[in-house]
Nanobody, 125 residues
Framework: QVQLAESGGGLAQAGDSLRLSCADSGRTFSSYAVGWFRQAPGKEREFVAGISWSGAHTLYAESVKGRFTISRDNAKNTVYLQMNSLKPEDTALYYC??????????????????WGQGTQVSVSS
């Protein structure tokens, strides 16, 4: 059973950096691709970044490309999202999710089977 827990969210100013972590208490986390999604108030949940099980493949939304970096440490059952040059429009509830389609990265919410509870990121101008 995959149980995901996000951490690292908080308040930031424009231009600051934050690092989100997504940890799994199970022993099979390395068998899953992992994605980060976010949802701002009144908006649909959207794909932010994803990484395949080995880390060989990554994918980013255009809005975060060049500012965010996704990585994983399978020995620690943890995936990270390094967020640099934060903007007020990055304000949202950030979720990590795991997909059994481990070898590739999907942007579709329906391809992810396990979800965390989310961590809030708020960026002021």
């Amino acid at each position: 059973q995959v149980q995901l827990a996000e951490s690292g969210g908080g308040l930031a100013q424009a231009g600051d950096s934050l690092r989100l972590s997504c940890a799994d208490s199970g022993r099979t986390f390395s068998s899953y691709a992992v994605g980060w999604f976010r949802q701002a108030p009144g908006k649909e949940r959207e794909f932010v970044a994803g990484i395949s099980w080995s880390g060989a493949h990554t994918l980013y939304a255009e809005s975060v490309k060049g500012r965010f970096t996704i990585s994983r440490d399978n020995a620690k059952n943890t995936v990270y999202l390094q967020m640099n040059s934060l903007k007020p429009e990055d304000t949202a509830l950030y979720y990590c999710a795991a997909s059994v389609y481990a070898g590739s990265v999907s942007t579709r919410l329906s391809d992810y089977h396990y979800w965390g509870q989310g961590t809030q990121v708020s960026v002021s101008s």
